[in-house]
């Protein structure tokens, strides 16, 4: 039985069972060495609490599926969600006196809230700023149309509700509240569902799959996505419809890469989601990105997380990223890559691209747990000639008081 192996057994069984994935492969994504991890199978190592639970994720199973004891609770990086935003979503507020907005002013500001958190370097500072207003704005206005009687103020209202809904998931899945993202990820779908909106109910589910997948529920955003591609069948057929479509598929094939199922996340993207993207053309329906570089952004994505460096980065030689207008999926794209080269210990690549992304998107950079570890592996191992570049860099993102020497284990 497996519960009656040592720790470095049943590392070792669940990486066979779970995608057969080398040991070069998982070490490489946990931070480690081949050696080291293959001194852990063997029992002649015994890995941190850290290296743990990143084996554990990277193989696809519970912390305690590898402990005879439960672990204690991670502790996550600390809440950075506006409190004023926390704070209305959770009833915390008293609702907002005043007027209610016109459905079409409301209309303009969530989609000027929607242009700037994917164009903005400066995202999350101008986030905190509009969301709590817009917000508030919001809620009161669907408030005043929900009893009214005009029933076009009322869909208007609650179709910029959904969109806002929308946003707001990205932002508070971004900012370390997946809670949160869950709950506005069911009230965009509320909405929508409310407006009779065929293609925001879908935008809503493909928001509701993220939140799942940002749980680590494959599974769960897999069922979610298939619903609703299979719901938009049965609505009337136009472009729109087809992107959203794409949209959905994606999130069925990183459910599948989440699932370690690499056959079939790469056969699905392929086959389901790059045909209509293609048909549809570079886009962003109801702001999902949705378009041939998309596809080909998540085919890198795939590729990094099977430990495949060199096939990703074959297909990043492909992607030209200024087809893209939002900046986390280019800034997804320069993360992907540089973990690719980090694989690979290629460090004046992860350099690089670690620069471009700072110069892209700092606040990104700031509060990106995958990037900060490999910055913090990099300052562990980079040769003489990069460690001014690399110390600089550290320092800037403060990370001496975060990660300490885990990343070089050995």
Not at 89 to 98: D, E, I, N, R, V
Not at 237 to 266: F, N, P
Request: proline share 6%; hydrophobic share 40%; aromatic share 4%.
């Amino acid at each position: 039985m497996v519960s009656d192996l040592p720790v470095g057994a049943r590392i070792r069984y669940w990486r066979r069972r779970n995608g057969g994935r080398s040991q070069a492969a998982i070490a490489g994504l946990c931070g480690i060495t081949e050696d080291y991890l293959s001194k852990i199978e063997r029992g002649q190592k015994a890995p941190s609490l850290d290296v743990l639970v990143a084996l554990a994720r990277e193989i696809g199973v519970p912390v305690t599926a590898l402990l005879d004891h439960p672990t204690p609770a991670d502790e996550s990086a600390p809440h950075q969600t506006a409190p004023d935003v926390a704070r209305i979503l959770m009833g915390y507020s008293p609702p907002g006196h005043g007027a209610p907005v016109e459905p079409a002013v409301l209309r303009e500001r969530v989609e000027a809230a929607w242009r700037t958190w994917q164009t903005s370097p400066t995202r999350y500072t101008d986030a905190a700023t509009i969301l709590p207003t817009l917000l508030a704005d919001t809620e009161r206005t669907v408030r005043a149309h929900r009893t009214g009687p005009d029933a076009g103020a009322r869909r208007d209202a609650l179709r910029a509700a959904a969109d806002l809904y929308g946003l707001l998931r990205s932002y508070c899945r971004r900012t370390q509240r997946l809670d949160l993202s869950l709950l506005v990820a069911d009230r965009a779908l509320r909405a929508a569902e409310d407006a009779d909106d065929p293609l925001r109910i879908a935008a809503a589910q493909w928001n509701l799959g993220h939140v799942l997948l940002g749980q680590r529920e494959p599974e769960g955003a897999e069922q979610v996505a298939t619903q609703a591609a299979e719901q938009l069948q049965n609505a009337p057929a136009d472009a729109d419809g087809e992107a959203l479509a794409g949209a959905l598929h994606l999130v069925i094939s990183t459910a599948a890469a989440q699932r370690r199922d690499w056959w079939r996340a790469r056969a699905h993207l392929e086959q389901q989601a790059l045909p209509r993207a293609e048909a549809a053309g570079e886009g962003n329906i109801h702001w999902t990105v949705f378009g041939p570089t998309n596809v080909h952004l998540h085919a890198l994505g795939i590729e990094m997380l099977a430990g495949e460096a060199a096939e990703g980065l074959r297909h990043a030689d492909d992607i030209d990223i200024s087809q893209v207008s939002s900046i986390e999926r280019q800034f997804t794209f320069l993360l992907d890559v540089a973990r690719c080269y980090d694989l690979r210990r290629e460090d004046a690549a992860v350099l690089v691209h670690l620069l471009d992304i700072e110069q892209l998107a700092p606040e990104d950079l700031t509060r990106s747990l995958p990037a900060r570890q490999i910055v913090d592996r990099l300052r562990h191992r980079v040769r003489p000639t990069y460690r001014r570049q690399v110390e600089a860099l550290v320092e800037r993102l403060g990370i001496d008081s975060e990660f300490g020497p885990a990343g070089h284990p050995d």
